[in-house]
């Protein structure tokens, strides 16, 4: 049973470029989540999503950033105009429920640099 | 507004120590608890997931407890490798399916 897949797992853009990140679940989840891990910093959770909802993006930057679960395709956490400061690690984090046990299984990571 | 945290920042001992890692958090309305190792450069790897209810959970050499009403949780690792040396996570989830983590503890195991 495959993990939790993201690609790339580097990104190199140029300030003002746009940056797609990709995640696809462990099979049998429908649960996805995006946190961002800054240098020095903790993890902080950006959104959650299921199948073509968005549940909660309470922590996405209110400008540039937009993320979406489409029926069909892995989640792709879409960031427009990109600056020096988004760059980071991105992780995607899945999970086959909601609830007291919602476990959720983390892939290895897109890491963004801007240049 | 939950907040975990997680002290000492690092921690360095020596092979076959036996070992307690600390967590706190300031909310204690939550759903569960999980602990992740995360090794330099890499993802997150789920070690333990304690839920409200329970009071501790055990994998292996790992054993991680739960104080729901002080805001507290340890990972305690026997017999400590060289091998496990990497960050350890403490994160809650809030009821609301998104976790809030703590900074991490550097572990470094000596030979």
């Known amino acids: 049973n495959a993990g939790v897949m993201q690609n790339p797992r580097h990104l190199v853009r140029r300030r003002g470029q746009e940056a797609r990140l990709r995640c696809s679940p462990m099979?049998?989840?429908?649960?996805v989540y995006w946190y961002r891990q800054l240098p020095e910093e903790g993890l902080k959770f950006m959104v959650y999503?299921?199948?073509?909802?968005?549940?909660?993006e309470s922590g996405m930057p209110k400008e540039r950033f937009s993320a979406e679960f489409p029926k069909e395709g892995p989640s792709i956490l879409r960031i427009q105009q990109v600056v020096r400061g988004d760059s980071a690690a991105y992780f995607c984090?899945?999970?086959?429920?909601?609830?007291?046990?919602?476990?959720?299984?983390f892939g290895p990571g897109t890491r963004l640099t801007v240049l | 507004k939950q907040e975990v945290t997680q002290i000492p920042a690092a921690l360095s001992v020596p092979e076959g120590e036996n070992l307690v890692l600390n967590c706190s958090f300031t909310?204690?309305?939550?759903?569960?608890l999980q602990w992740f190792r995360q090794d330099p450069g890499k993802g997150l790897t789920s070690l333990l997931l304690?839920?409200?209810?329970?009071r501790e959970q055990t994998s292996g050499r790992l054993n991680a407890s739960l104080d729901k009403s002080s805001g507290r949780s340890t990972l305690y690792i026997a017999a400590s490798q060289p091998g496990d040396s990497a960050t350890y996570l403490c994160?809650?989830?809030?009821?609301?399916?998104?976790?809030?983590f703590g900074k991490g503890i550097t572990l470094s195991v000596r030979p």
């Open positions: 984090a899945s999970s086959r429920t909601s609830g007291t046990y919602n476990e959720q299984f």
């Open positions: 099979k049998g989840h429908s649960h």
């Open positions: 999503l299921q199948k073509e909802n968005i549940i909660d």
């Open positions: 909310d204690s309305a939550i759903y569960n």
């Open positions: 304690i839920q409200s209810s329970q």
């Open positions: 994160a809650v989830d809030g009821a609301n399916s998104k976790l809030t």
